[in-house]
Nanobody, 124 residues
Framework: QVQLVESGGGLVQAGGSLRLSCAAS????????MGWFRQAPGKEREFVAAISRRGGSTYYADSVKGRFTISRDNAKNTVYLQMNSLKPEDTAVYYC?????????????????WGQGTQVTVSS
């Protein structure tokens, strides 16, 4: 099993920045692609970004391209999401996810492990 713990969420004004972290533990050797998803109140969970095992490939939702950057440090078993130029519509619970195979899918069902989520609130 793999455990994922997110941190770094909070309240920020529009235009501000936050950096989310997700620390993995357990069978970390089995992790391949890692991703971030988010879910706003009354909405479905949506894909935000993903990164390949060695970090050579990254994928972003159109809504965050140019503003968010995903990265990972395999030595620390940690994936990050740097969020800049935040907008009120970025307000959501952000979830870290891990897949055990190399995937490029934006479908949540493709990810085997999930964190508990961290709240990000952007005020206008």
């Amino acid at each position: 099993q793999v455990q994922l713990v997110e941190s770094g969420g909070g309240l920020v004004q529009a235009g501000g920045s936050l950096r989310l972290s997700c620390a993995a533990s357990g069978r970390t050797w089995s992790i391949d692609t890692m991703g971030w998803f988010r879910q706003a109140p009354g909405k479905e969970r949506e894909f935000v970004a993903a990164i390949s095992r060695r970090g050579g490939s990254t994928y972003y939702a159109d809504s965050v391209k140019g503003r968010f950057t995903i990265s990972r440090d395999n030595a620390k078993n940690t994936v990050y999401l740097q969020m800049n130029s935040l907008k009120p519509e970025d307000t959501a619970v952000y979830y870290c996810a891990a897949a055990v195979s190399p995937i490029t899918s934006v479908q949540a069902v493709e990810y085997a492990y999930w964190g508990q989520g961290t709240q990000v609130t952007v005020s206008s």
